[in-house]
């Protein structure tokens, strides 16, 4: 081998390493990328209500045996402290893909519609722009509720703090919408899926199965913090990305996998 071809080689080789660095950092199309890594939080930030940026009081959110884990043995009541752990980078066409399930007691005096609930929170706004005391992101929320051993509850809901969406045509303005998914009693492992294509659609699926699908998800200008957003964004009020986060929303809740596969534009 000549040595015009030596470093021809090690250039190859170099610019291969890259390549291949770059598709592990961002995923593939139709790769699946894990964004939580089974040991800690790295890659994520917190914010709970009443508390600075990153400050997870009492272990709020934590790793434990591979899983990550809202817990409340800290707290002597809930105290509204509602919480958030924000993946730290901004997605916009993805699938998301949530292994989760419910498990324990409610905390003391936690809200009665707060029980065996928590949430994924897409298209929302960056925690560093969230008020001290704002207890939830400006964002569309796919909520996830489990049964209480006797009535029937949806799954994969929509909630829409600070935001509306299209359904049928028209403009959504309801807060919460009840999905079509079945009821999911105790601690069983339950996997939420969400396909998010940009300001075109967003659909939920619970166990595989299509649940719920709207369209143009937006900002809402009579909420307060939307508004500010808006007028931020020059007056557009079309959400086309944002910040992805996980709920903490007074019941212990485990997930086990976050993963996600980007889409095309």
């Excluded at 601690?187 to 300001?199: D, L, S």
């Excluded at 020059?234 to 929303?249: D, F, H, P, V, Y």
Aim: aromatic share 10%.
């Amino acid at each position: 081998m000549t040595r015009w071809q030596s470093q021809r080689m090690v250039a190859c080789i170099v610019l291969l390493a890259s390549i291949i660095a770059s598709t592990s950092a961002r995923g593939a199309d139709g790769e699946w990328i894990q964004l939580f890594n089974g040991k800690n939080l790295d890659g994520w930030k917190v914010k709970l209500t009443g508390y600075d940026l990153n400050d997870n009081f009492g272990d709020t959110f934590r790793v434990e045996a591979g899983l990550m884990k809202v817990r409340y043995d800290a707290y002597e009541k809930f105290g509204g402290t509602f919480g958030h752990i924000f993946y730290d980078q901004p997605f916009s066409n993805y699938v998301i893909r949530v292994e989760y399930r419910f498990v324990g007691d409610q905390v003391n005096e936690g809200p009665g519609w707060a029980l065996r609930n928590s949430g994924i929170m897409v298209h929302g706004q960056t925690p560093e722009s969230m008020t001290k005391d704002q207890d939830f992101p400006t964002s569309i929320e796919v909520q996830l509720l489990g049964g209480d051993g006797k009535k029937e509850r949806t799954t994969g809901n929509l909630c829409t703090p600070g935001t509306n969406v299209v359904m049928n045509g028209k403009l959504f303005l309801p807060h919460c919408t009840s999905s079509t998914s079945k009821t999911y009693h105790g601690e069983q492992w339950v996997t939420a899926e969400v396909e998010v294509r940009g300001n075109k659609s967003i659909k939920h699926f619970i166990n595989g199965e299509l649940v719920l699908e709207y369209t143009e998800p937006q900002l809402d200008e009579r909420d307060e913090i939307a508004a500010k957003l808006i007028e931020k964004a020059g007056g557009n009020k079309a959400l086309t990305g944002g910040t992805i986060s996980l709920q903490s929303e007074s019941h212990p809740v485990d997930f086990r996998k976050v993963e996600l596969r980007q889409l095309e534009d």
